[in-house]
Structures are given as C-alpha cells and as structure tokens.
T-cell receptor, first 112, second 114 residues
Framework: DAKTTQPPSMDCAEGRAANLPCNHS???????VYWYRQIHSQGPQYIIH???NNETNEMASLIITEDRKSSTLILPHATLRDTAVYYC?????????????FGKGTKLSVIP | GAGVSQTPSNKVTEKGKYVELRCDPI?????LYWYRQSLGQGPEFLIY????????DSGLPNDRFFAVRPEGSVSTLKIQRTERGDSAVYLC????????????FGPGTRLTVT
C-alpha cells in the first residue's frame, strides 16, 4: 500500500469547514483513498473513500486531485464532536487481505 | 442496530497471566478483524477472520497470541504469559464481507499488564 503523509495537527473554528490534506504521491492505479477518524476513547470510524472521482456522503466530501497524488477531506460545518484523529489510508482492493494500515493521522481540534 | 461489542472494557492482569478478550461482531458480518493500539499510535493489524477461519494472521506478534472464531460469529483473542509490553487497547472490527475496507470497530478493551 502507498505511504500517506498528513500534518500531525490542525485547528478549525466551530461552524467553519475543516479541510484535511493527505499526500499519497506513490499511489498506484489500483489503490483507493480511505478516510477514518477516531474520537478519543472510541474505535475508528469509517468516513468515506474514493478512487479518482470526488465523493460526498452525509459525513464529508473527498476531493482527489487529477493526478491522484493528494486528496482533501472536507467536513463542511465542523462541530465540537468532530474533534478526533483523522487517518488517510491508501488501500488496494485486490490485495487479498483487508487489513487497515493506520499511520499517525491528523489530530483535528475544533475550537468553540 | 447493535454495533460491535467488546468485553471486558478494561482488564488489569499480572505479568505472566493468561487473558481472553471477547468480540461480538455486528450480526451477519462474515469478516472479523483484531487490531492493537498503543498509546499515541494508530491501530496495528493483528488477525483477520473470514467466517471461522483465520485468513491472515500475519500481524500476531508471537506465538503467545492466538485468536479463534469457532462458529463464525463471536471471536476470542487469547494472550498467554502476558508481558508488560502487551499493555494496549485491543480493538475488534467487523465488515459485512471479506472484501471490504469498510470496517466497523468496537470500543476496544484496555489491557494493562502490571
């Protein structure tokens, strides 16, 4: 799986959009970009994933650059409950073993 | 519906003792995963079950760790001769099928070895 790079921490004002970047410059054509988050003292939570098209669901939007070397997770109106560690992971659906490989992620703090 | 549940939520044991950690996956989910998370780190994969069989146990750190899922539902992670370095949060996740990265995690069991 391709290595991903994320900033260690970010702050966002409550009610504003939170834009979390992720670099995955060595991503291969078969690898999807997945985002999970982990709120303190809870297990990780799946957010969204995509291959090359932008994706949106009830939780967030995922914007993937045309060259697929980076992506941005957007929480459109951040709330205090969005304070968490956000993990960006590049995963190959044809790999055969569906283990998730978490890095250190970005600790997002939503400020009142 | 009910999510993934794990018991106990906390376990304190003495070095050298045996422990069992239980995971109840979401009903109908065929795939089950165990991860371990040390303080300040992301979760690390331990083992993955598809049905009753361990499809990938490459993450188990050594032969003191073993996991079973005899009926394809509940799973138990077993740790023999515990060491202080085994102290961590043990997370269980399940997914509806074996070919999915959309995994649903339980709250974890915090294991402390004294």
């Amino acid at each position: 799986d391709a290595k991903t790079t994320q900033p260690p921490s970010m702050d966002c004002a409550e009610g504003r959009a939170a834009n979390l970047p992720c670099n995955h410059s060595t991503i291969s054509g078969n690898e999807y970009v997945y985002w999970y988050r982990q709120i303190h003292s809870q297990g990780p939570q799946y957010i969204i994933h995509g291959l090359k098209n932008n994706e949106t669901n009830e939780m967030a939007s995922l914007i993937i650059t045309e060259d697929r070397k980076s992506s941005t997770l957007i929480l459109p109106h951040a709330t205090l409950r969005d304070t968490a560690v956000y993990y960006c992971i590049a995963l190959d659906l044809g790999a055969g073993s569906y283990q998730l490989t978490f890095g250190k992620g970005t600790k997002l703090s939503v400020i009142p | 519906g009910a999510g993934v549940s794990q018991t106990p939520s906390n376990k304190v044991t003495e070095k050298g003792k045996y422990v069992e950690l239980r995971c109840d996956p979401i009903s109908g989910h065929t795939a089950l995963y165990w991860y371990r998370q040390s303080l300040g780190q992301g979760p690390e994969f331990l083992i993955y079950f598809q049905g009753t069989g361990a499809a990938d146990d490459s993450g188990l750190p050594n032969d003191r760790f073993f996991a079973v899922r005899p009926e394809g539902s509940v799973s138990t992670l077993k740790i023999q001769r515990t060491e202080r370095g085994d102290s961590a949060v043990y997370l269980c996740a399940s997914s509806i099928s074996g070919n999915s990265y959309e995994q649903y995690f339980g709250p974890g069991t915090r294991l402390t070895v004294t």
